[in-house]
Nanobody, 124 residues
Framework: QVQLVESGGGLVQAGGSLRLSCAASGSTFSRKAMGWFRQPPGKEREFVAGSSWNDGFTTYADFVKGRFTISRDNAKKTVYLQMNSLKVEDTAVYYC?????????????????WGQGTQVTVSS
């Protein structure tokens, strides 16, 4: 079992930045791909970014490319999402997820563990 706890959400003006953190505890953090998803108000959950276990591979949804950066510190069992140039449409609950594979995918059903989510609100 892996427990995930997100932090770092909040209210920010358009054009601003936020850094989300996801701390893992419980079972080993090793050999687990990590992903960030979000659920905008009234919409379905969508993939934002993902990081494979140990080869540095990362992938992003088109709508965040060039603005968001995912990174992970395996020693600290923490994954981060640096969000720059935020837009009003980035407003959502952001979730951290882990899967029992080192290969990152964008399908939410392929992730085994989820955090409780953190709210990000971007004002105009």
């Amino acid at each position: 079992q892996v427990q995930l706890v997100e932090s770092g959400g909040g209210l920010v003006q358009a054009g601003g930045s936020l850094r989300l953190s996801c701390a893992a505890s419980g079972s080993t953090f090793s050999r687990k791909a990590m992903g960030w998803f979000r659920q905008p108000p009234g919409k379905e959950r969508e993939f934002v970014a993902g990081s494979s276990w140990n080869d540095g591979f990362t992938t992003y949804a088109d709508f965040v490319k060039g603005r968001f950066t995912i990174s992970r510190d395996n020693a600290k069992k923490t994954v981060y999402l640096q969000m720059n140039s935020l837009k009003v449409e980035d407003t959502a609950v952001y979730y951290c997820a882990a899967r029992e594979s080192w290969v990152v995918v964008s399908t939410s059903s392929q992730y085994n563990y989820w955090g409780q989510g953190t709210q990000v609100t971007v004002s105009s």
